[in-house]
């Protein structure tokens, strides 16, 4: 019987043919937790009898969601991080390292057909790898440290295909998966696996793929996939393909030549429209960022349009890349540089105005243009804010405007 490529990767790992609403135990190749998840699972684990983790080398701590500590509470949580690593010869990435996503991939702690669980929502971004990745409570990812392995009940699966070959200018994946969003809204998805295909797809780099696959959470899937076509990564890997007759239970079908820039409005990520649509709206703070957009070829987008130039005056421009790998590499091309040069302020590599843990809370009233993947209401930290979500582009035309602008790229 056919096979999409969750029942495929859950199938190779249990030794047996596996679909859609079948349960399964089956060993995990990695998994990760952070500071918000982390101090739990260490508690449970303990709870559980846990004295030495299952796999020292699968298993990776991050301190990233308000990190360096903004208080003697979340302090002390690091601590208990960085003693437990100590205890158990893992790895701990520290302060400054990133965003506990972009860090796996960075270090090549997930790779393709891999099953990785991560005690975060936004852990099917490893999906990208063309790998089955979901995310766990603390609990949960304390019985994966304990035995090496979890149940799963095999998702059934969503197609989506997007067509066409060259995107419109201004357009990036950021702008495809809101419209994802969109029509199968925040709910469409639950317990799920989004499964990208189609040329579009085929012809975007890691990083773009991984915005696809890091908003899937954002439909309430458990995972999300996107199929090997054009995978460029920097190693030999056995790609996981789904059969083509595999059973899905809806396909989707969207021109992506034919997208415009998107834009989610206040406060669901499902109330996308057309930036157009949405032109002259004030804003007083801008961010990139984030797992979803704090990648390399984000800030050179930004830096792209905003080169030369000066932001809006009354803006405030806050950029925090996703790790310090790419911190390093906009330094030596330049794109900090630049995006300094026009305003913006850099902060540390990690989570911290997305989740409004700190390094950038906004004011009563204020309106904020976010590259971010969650506009629910108080989501950076004030619920009496405004936050529209949108690409890196459109981000840095708006804070280079003093206003939501539509970007023309060429």
Same mark, same amino acid.
């Given at each position: 019987?056919?096979?999409?490529?969750?029942?495929?990767?859950?199938?190779?790992?249990?030794?047996?043919?596996?679909?859609?609403?079948?349960?399964?135990?089956?060993?995990?190749?990695?998994?990760?937790?952070?500071?918000?998840?982390?101090?739990?699972?260490?508690?449970?684990?303990?709870?559980?009898?846990?004295?030495?983790?299952?796999?020292?080398?699968?298993?990776? =701590?991050?301190? &990233?969601?308000?990190?360096? /500590?903004?208080?003697?509470?979340?302090?002390?949580?690091?601590?208990?991080?960085?003693?437990?690593? /100590?205890?158990?010869?893992?790895?701990?990435?520290?302060?400054?390292?990133?965003?506990?996503?972009?860090?796996?991939?960075?270090?090549?702690?997930?790779?393709?057909?891999? $099953? #990785?669980?991560?005690?975060?929502?936004? @852990?099917?971004?490893?999906?990208?790898?063309?790998? #089955?990745?979901?995310?766990?409570?603390?609990?949960?990812?304390?019985?994966?440290?304990?035995?090496?392995?979890?149940?799963?009940?095999?998702?059934?699966?969503?197609?989506?295909?997007?067509?066409?070959?060259?995107?419109?200018?201004?357009?990036?994946?950021?702008?495809?998966? =809101?419209?994802?969003?969109?029509?199968?809204?925040?709910?469409?998805?639950?317990?799920?696996?989004?499964?990208?295909?189609?040329?579009?797809? /085929?012809?975007?780099?890691?990083?773009?793929?991984?915005?696809?696959?890091?908003?899937?959470?954002?439909?309430?899937?458990?995972?999300?996939?996107?199929?090997?076509?054009?995978?460029? =990564?920097?190693?030999? #890997?056995?790609?996981?393909?789904?059969?083509? +007759?595999?059973?899905?239970?809806?396909?989707?079908?969207?021109?992506?030549?034919?997208?415009?820039?998107?834009?989610?409005?206040?406060?669901?990520?499902?109330?996308?429209?057309?930036?157009?649509?949405?032109?002259? @709206?004030?804003?007083?703070?801008?961010? $990139?960022? @984030?797992?979803?957009?704090?990648?390399? +070829? +984000?800030?050179?987008?930004?830096?792209?349009?905003?080169?030369?130039?000066?932001?809006?005056?009354?803006?405030?421009?806050?950029?925090?890349?996703?790790?310090?790998?790419?911190?390093?590499?906009?330094?030596? +091309?330049?794109?900090?540089?630049?995006?300094?040069?026009?305003?913006? @302020?850099?902060?540390?590599?990690?989570?911290?105005?997305?989740?409004?843990?700190?390094?950038?809370?906004?004011? &009563?009233?204020?309106?904020? $243009?976010? /590259?971010?993947?969650?506009? #629910?209401?108080?989501?950076?930290?004030?619920?009496?804010?405004?936050?529209?979500?949108?690409?890196?582009?459109?981000?840095?035309?708006?804070?280079?405007?003093?206003?939501?602008?539509?970007?023309?790229?060429?």
């Amino acid at each position: 019987m056919a096979q999409t490529i969750a029942e495929k990767i859950l199938s190779k790992h249990s030794g047996k043919n596996l679909y859609a609403g079948d349960l399964c135990i089956v060993p995990v190749d990695g998994c990760m937790a952070t500071d918000t998840t982390a101090p739990l699972a260490i508690k449970s684990f303990k709870e559980m009898g846990g004295i030495t983790v299952h796999d020292k080398n699968k298993f990776h =701590l991050i301190i &990233d969601h308000a990190a360096p /500590a903004p208080n003697e509470r979340i302090a002390n949580l690091h601590n208990l991080m960085r003693e437990f690593a /100590a205890e158990q010869d893992s790895a701990l990435y520290d302060i400054g390292s990133g965003i506990c996503h972009q860090v796996m991939v960075d270090h090549q702690k997930v790779k393709p057909g891999d $099953i #990785f669980m991560g005690a975060d929502s936004h @852990t099917p971004t490893y999906g990208a790898l063309n790998a #089955f990745a979901c995310g766990v409570g603390s609990t949960d990812l304390a019985a994966v440290m304990l035995t090496g392995k979890i149940w799963l009940k095999v998702p059934q699966s969503i197609k989506v295909i997007l067509h066409g070959k060259k995107l419109q200018p201004g357009v990036s994946a950021k702008d495809l998966v =809101l419209e994802v969003v969109k029509q199968l809204t925040i709910s469409g998805a639950t317990y799920q696996s989004v499964e990208y295909h189609g040329e579009a797809v /085929a012809a975007l780099s890691l990083s773009q793929r991984m915005v696809l696959c890091n908003m899937v959470a954002e439909m309430g899937a458990k995972t999300g996939i996107v199929s090997p076509e054009g995978l460029e =990564l920097p190693y030999e #890997f056995t790609p996981t393909y789904a059969d083509a +007759d595999a059973v899905y239970s809806r396909v989707i079908e969207i021109d992506a030549a034919a997208i415009l820039p998107k834009i989610a409005i206040p406060n669901s990520p499902d109330n996308v429209h057309e930036v157009r649509a949405w032109v002259g @709206t004030k804003i007083s703070y801008a961010f $990139i960022g @984030t797992c979803t957009n704090g990648r390399l +070829d +984000d800030l050179q987008a930004a830096a792209a349009i905003l080169k030369g130039k000066q932001i809006a005056k009354g803006v405030r421009m806050i950029i925090a890349p996703a790790s310090k790998q790419v911190l390093i590499e906009g330094l030596k +091309d330049g794109t900090i540089q630049t995006l300094i040069e026009a305003g913006a @302020t850099i902060i540390n590599s990690g989570c911290g105005p997305c989740v409004g843990s700190h390094e950038g809370v906004p004011g &009563d009233g204020e309106s904020v $243009i976010s /590259a971010a993947n969650r506009n #629910f209401k108080g989501r950076m930290g004030n619920p009496n804010a405004k936050i529209y979500l949108a690409s890196p582009a459109t981000v840095a035309i708006s804070a280079l405007m003093g206003e939501i602008t539509e970007p023309i790229t060429q």
